[in-house]
Structures are given as structure tokens and as C-alpha cells.
């Protein structure tokens, strides 16, 4: 985490192991002491599938997140990426812990995984858990359409979650997610510049009676505008301004098709 020390640099260490069943109790304890240490979060990945998970299960004589609890890896500076696969007493576990979960939706129903396990993120975001959004790769979906999957699979499954709460996933959830929540995820005094603005000038901006809505939910990327990062503008008009979009989309276009 030496690259912390830079308060003014946009890219940040954090402590990171894979997850999923791969890490000794020992590894993740140090993980745990060294980012209480360096003031960063601990991540890792947890209950994809359940596959994995029943296989964890006999490895552990327990359930992976009554597991952690016990350990003491359930904390305001841990991060756990997927939770497709909870029961009743890992939620338990989870309720007011602090630990923030970043939800896959799209990659949920990708594996199918809905065919034999609820989700249970929905819950635990009604229980107060901090929850923010990702993707993990980008197969058929982008970042920009987690919102609209996660809202019509809470949907599926008799629950429901707002468009407000959407957009909190993806601002101060995100930040504090990552361990910045004091630096970034909202638009406050001492707080990093970044901004985003959006377009009014496309037909999925309208009609305005719900903006939040329209923008989470409907626009999503397309009426991003411009964006500003730390203060700099990154995007204008839609378009990058610190690279070459064409020669990117060809290069990788190119590398593609050599593979």
C-alpha cells in the first residue's frame, strides 16, 4: 500500500486475496491486520456458486460467513464481491457487521444460479447492509447496466428496490465499498471533484418527472456527457479526452482477431 502515501494519486492499494475457499484461515487474518494497518479494506470474492459453497461447507463444518464472523473478518474494512449463495444464519452474520458486499447481478443470471438459489443482496440491503456494484467481466453487459438488472432481479423475486437506492450503489455505497468514502461518492465540501453530467438532449432523458429514475434505470451510459475526475475533465461530449477512442477500438479490434 506504499502508493497510498501519494494523497493526491487516483489510483489506490488495497489488500486483496482471490477468495472463494483458495485462502487459509492464516492468510486472511494477516490480510485483516494489515489493512487495519494501512487504513484500506480487505477484498475478496465469496459464495459464487453453489457448487463452490457446498464444497466450502464440508471443508469448514460450517457456513463460510459464520465462518469469517467467527474469525473476526466481518468488519466495516472488509469487502466481500458476489454473495449468490447465503442462508439464513450467514445473513444473520452479515446484519450489522459493517462489511460491505459488491453485487454481480448480471453474472447471478448469467450461471443461472436463480434456478436453485434466491438472492438474498435485496435483504440484505433492506437490513442496512452497505451494498455497491460491479460487474466482474464484461460478457454480454457493462458496468452502466447493473442498476437496471439488480432492480428487475429484486423484481423477480418479489422484492424491491428503488432507483434511489440503485444510485446509491454506485456513488457512496461504491466509495465506501472501496474504503474512500471520506474522499469520494458524493458531491460535498472537502471532497474530491469528481462530477458527472448528463445530456437532456436524448429521448431517454425524458420526460423529467422522475429524474433519478430516468437516469439510473432508462439513460443509464447513454446520456453521460461529461465527467469530471479529481477536478480534470476525462470526458466531453461523450468521447474521451485524454485518448485516441478510434485508435483503442482498432488496436483492440486487431489484437482480437491475432487471437
Not at 214 to 238: A, H, S
Request: aromatic share 6%.
Amino acid at each position: 500500500c506504499r502508493r497510498n502515501d501519494d494523497p493526491d494519486a487516483l489510483v489506490r492499494g488495497h489488500i486483496a486475496v482471490y477468495g472463494s475457499g483458495t485462502a487459509s484461515d492464516e492468510l486472511l487474518l494477516a490480510g485483516k491486520e494489515a489493512a487495519d494497518r494501512h487504513g484500506v479494506v480487505l477484498n475478496q470474492h465469496q459464495s459464487l456458486a453453489p457448487g463452490g459453497v457446498a464444497r466450502e461447507d464440508e471443508r469448514l463444518g460450517r457456513h463460510p460467513f459464520v465462518h469469517f464472523a467467527e474469525l473476526g473478518l466481518l468488519a466495516d474494512n472488509t469487502t466481500y464481491v458476489h454473495l449468490n449463495v447465503l442462508r439464513e444464519d450467514e445473513v444473520e452474520a452479515i446484519a450489522g457487521s459493517g462489511m460491505s458486499a459488491v453485487w454481480h447481478p448480471a453474472n447471478y443470471q448469467f450461471y443461472a444460479i436463480g434456478t436453485a438459489i434466491p438472492p438474498r443482496i435485496p435483504e440484505l440491503h433492506g437490513r442496512g447492509v452497505n451494498v455497491a456494484l460491479g460487474s466482474d467481466i464484461a460478457k454480454l453487459w457493462t458496468i452502466g447496466e447493473g442498476p437496471l438488472i439488480g432492480y428487475l432481479l429484486a423484481r423477480e423475486w418479489g422484492g424491491y428496490l428503488t432507483a434511489e437506492a440503485m444510485f446509491e450503489m454506485q456513488t457512496r455505497a461504491a466509495a465506501r465499498a472501496a474504503g474512500l468514502a471520506d474522499r469520494i461518492g458524493s458531491l460535498e465540501v472537502g471532497k474530491r471533484a469528481d462530477i458527472v453530467i448528463r445530456s437532456r438532449a436524448l429521448g431517454e432523458s425524458h420526460p423529467g418527472l422522475n429524474p433519478v429514475q430516468e437516469m439510473v434505470l432508462v439513460g443509464r451510459t447513454k446520456t453521460v456527457d461529461t465527467v469530471i475526475v479529481d477536478g480534470e475533465t476525462v470526458l466531453r461530449g461523450g468521447r474521451s479526452v485524454r485518448v485516441d477512442e478510434g485508435a483503442v477500438h482498432a488496436a483492440s479490434r486487431a489484437s482480437a482477431r491475432r487471437l
